[in-house]
């Protein structure tokens, strides 16, 4: 028999959690969700489901299992035992709900967040899309105002509130400076080229439109949005 030295005996002999988790950070999503749906929790403690919980709701986030994902981040935000793991499970329920077009989810998800201190670009830009898509414009602008007082390189912060600006006529000079400032940044970014060609086209700048529509249609040319705007302004 073993000598007891005090250390925690492994829940899982066969090293499934641990494979699990291996194959998670290696980006295998299918193959890691595979592994752990294999462990048998009964004698986990609740620490350990709250891991396993944790690894089930990511992995099912990026196979866009939405359904599935929420139920296994839900348990690790109810257990609350680990502030930072909450606040991501929190974020990536936004980033769900966003999605998945329950933008008032979103909302609830992210202001909690929001009162009980944690603030950062990437809540304030979910927030901000969360408000456009429900068309609440000025509230989308206010957020990603924050997300640039935190970050003033943030580029999804400046593309958005580019877009918005020039594509509800609010302000379509400053929403272009915007848009080229996160191109500068990021030149190979297709929604980002996209965004400022059509800040281009707002302000009647067709030549510039097409230019920078057709890179961005270049390099996905299977993104329906890219498609359209080229479509207005070459008129086809």
Not at 2 to 12: F, I, L, M, N, Q
Not at 209 to 218: E, G, I, P
């Amino acid at each position: 028999m073993a000598e007891k030295t005090g250390e925690k005996p492994s829940p899982v002999p066969d090293g499934r959690l641990q494979e699990g988790i291996r194959l998670f950070r290696m980006k295998r999503w299918d193959k890691a969700l595979a592994e752990l749906l294999q462990i048998n929790a009964e004698k986990f403690t609740g620490e350990e489901r709250t891991e396993l919980a944790y690894y089930l709701g990511l992995c099912y986030t990026k196979l866009s299992r939405y359904d599935d994902a929420l139920l296994y981040l839900e348990q690790v935000v109810t257990a609350g035992n680990d502030v930072l793991r909450v606040y991501q499970c929190r974020m990536t329920l936004a980033y769900i709900y966003v999605i998945t077009q329950r933008s008032k989810m979103a909302e609830f998800e992210l202001k909690r967040l929001q009162n009980n201190g944690f603030e950062s670009p990437q809540l304030y830009n979910t927030l901000a899309y969360a408000a456009w898509s429900q068309k609440h414009y000025k509230n989308a602008i206010d957020y990603y105002e924050k997300a640039l007082e935190i970050d003033e390189n943030n580029t999804t912060a400046m593309n958005s509130m580019g877009f918005i600006l020039v594509d509800s006529n609010i302000d379509v000079m400053r929403g272009l400076r915007l848009c080229k400032k996160a191109v500068d940044r990021k030149p190979q970014s297709a929604a980002y080229l996209d965004s400022l060609g059509w800040a281009y086209f707002k302000s009647g700048e067709l030549v510039e439109a097409r230019t920078w529509l057709r890179r961005a249609l270049d390099l996905a040319p299977q993104e329906k949005a890219i498609r359209d705007h080229f479509k207005v302004v070459t008129g086809g």
